[in-house]
């Protein structure tokens, strides 16, 4: 049967992974290797690893992380941040990831989708989307970029469509509004974005407990979820998390 | 020695640190000739049939994956490495290697489904060597939109199944016929039991 994923995402800064509150405040709380290894173990079904370095120079430091990562974790793994070109996703894919993930790069030059899908294929190629809640917009929530700091003028459901027909393998829908709030997912919006496009799309923003991740997955219609902070902090293991989801009939990887 | 034969497909980086990680005794290598003296032959890939057949006949490395299957040293196919092992391939009205009969189809877009099947999937498998110490319906990671038929050509099962596993419709996760196995699943992705049937392939298969 095929199943839901839960992906585990690590925020890593100069080489240490952290988790921020509305893209604030960010604190350290440990090594990504480590982490990684500790949710694997776990039973996790992929990691992102989201490199939030500020300056372009320290950005070597990631590609060591990746490799690290690559050495000793033995499932699917995305690698995101900091990515503007081909190349740049070449440093990361040839490092050992699967799947590099690109954002306000791609709203600046949607070509960069098309590129690195014909280069790595789609499979490789994760759009991730911040979206906010925006009247004026058609679907109702608009795209920003940034951080969240930038709006675009683009329309949540146009864009993810868009990325579909220039090539992006996958989704991930990540909230403005819910991230770090751990009130649980934007379940509209991900349904809105699940049934319009034929690519995978992981909810990204907003778990804090596991019955979360059981409405998105269902009302929400999401392929998979991320979560971090209610990971991160010890208060749910992967497993308590995959234990509720399969009580709850949604099929998830138990082994 | 195992050869991983490199024709720069997108999984080889992981299937490497996959063999490095199980202490194999295995070399990357797109010369034919070394393809075709080693004692074993991984056969990876991620990526596009039609464009993949054009790097191995450019390098000659279609017929030394064929000489080498015919010696009877056991070849394991990844993915697309598996695909490629079949006769035909829709994905761009390919012809493949065969080695091992059959047809790979575009999963239906009408069933409900993404395509690609992008994440954890079960097996059911046939408890042959590749397979030993791995439960029934044990899940492996897949990223695919094309598929292996469960049947030949001619619409008659394939006796060449090894396991099974249901995306919609059933297709055929794994493949087996003689010294030529085959997953189209990643075990170099697939956590714990992909790393013991890497494992199997490296150790429990002669």
């Not at chain 1, 294929?121 to 795209?143: H, K, T």
């Not at chain 2, 063999?19 to 010369?31: G, K, P, Q, R």
């Not at chain 2, 110490?133 to 044990?138: K, N, R």
Request: hydrophobic share 40%; glycine share 10%.
């Amino acid at each position: 049967m095929f199943q839901k994923r839960i992906v585990v995402c690590l925020d890593v800064r100069d080489g240490k992974t952290t988790k921020g509150i509305r893209f604030q405040g960010n604190v350290d709380i440990g090594d990504p290797v480590q982490m990684a290894q500790e949710y694997y173990l776990q039973g996790v079904d992929e990691l992102v690893f989201y490199d939030i370095t500020a300056s372009a120079e320290r950005r070597g430091i990631m590609i060591d992380v990746v490799r690290r990562v690559a050495e000793k974790i033995f499932i699917p793994f995305c690698v995101g941040g900091g990515i503007a070109t081909v190349d740049d996703m070449s440093a990361v894919i040839m490092a050992g990831a699967e799947k590099v993930s690109i954002n306000s790069a791609a709203v600046r030059n949607p070509s960069i989708i098309t590129g690195g899908a014909r280069r790595y294929g789609s499979q490789c190629i994760v759009l991730g989307m911040d979206a906010e809640a925006d009247s004026s917009m058609p679907s109702g929530y608009g795209i920003v970029i940034d951080g969240g700091r930038v709006k675009t003028g683009k329309d949540m459901l146009e864009w993810a469509k868009e990325a579909e027909s220039l090539g992006a393998g996958e989704i991930v829908l990540n909230s403005i509004d819910a991230d770090g709030t751990r009130d649980g997912y934007e379940i509209t919006a991900t349904r809105l974005v699940s049934e319009s496009v034929g690519i995978p799309v992981v909810a990204s923003g907003g778990a804090g407990n596991p019955g979360h991740l059981v409405e998105v997955l269902t009302r929400g219609k999401a392929d998979a979820a991320l979560v971090a902070s209610m990971v991160h902090y010890g208060d749910f293991s992967v497993g308590d998390i995959k234990k509720e989801l399969s009580e709850s009939n949604v099929p998830v990887r138990l082994d | 020695m195992i050869a991983v034969v490199d024709y720069e497909a997108g999984n080889l980086k992981s299937v490497e640190t996959a063999l490095y990680y199980l202490n194999a005794d295995f070399t990357i290598s797109s010369d034919p000739e070394i393809i075709v003296k080693s004692d074993k032959v991984i056969f990876p890939g991620v990526g596009e049939a039609k464009h993949a057949m054009g790097v191995l006949r450019s390098r000659g490395l279609d017929e030394a994956i064929i000489t080498f299957a015919s010696t009877g040293k056991s070849l394991f196919g990844i993915c697309l490495g598996c695909q490629i092992l079949q006769d035909y391939s829709e994905e761009r009205d390919t012809q493949l290697l065969g080695l091992i009969p059959g047809d790979v189809k575009l999963f239906p877009s009408d069933m409900g489904l993404k395509v690609p099947q992008i994440g954890w999937n079960t097996v059911s498998h046939d408890s042959s060597l590749l397979f030993e110490g791995i439960p029934q319906e044990s899940s492996f990671y897949f990223v695919h939109s094309y598929y292996l038929s469960t049947e030949l050509s001619g619409g008659s099962d394939s006796p060449w199944i090894a396991g099974r596993s249901d995306y919609g419709i059933t297709f055929a996760s794994a493949v087996h016929r003689d010294n030529i196995w085959a997953t189209q699943f990643h075990p170099e992705k697939s956590g714990p039991k992909g790393l013991k049937l890497l494992d199997n392939f490296i150790r429990r298969i002669d």
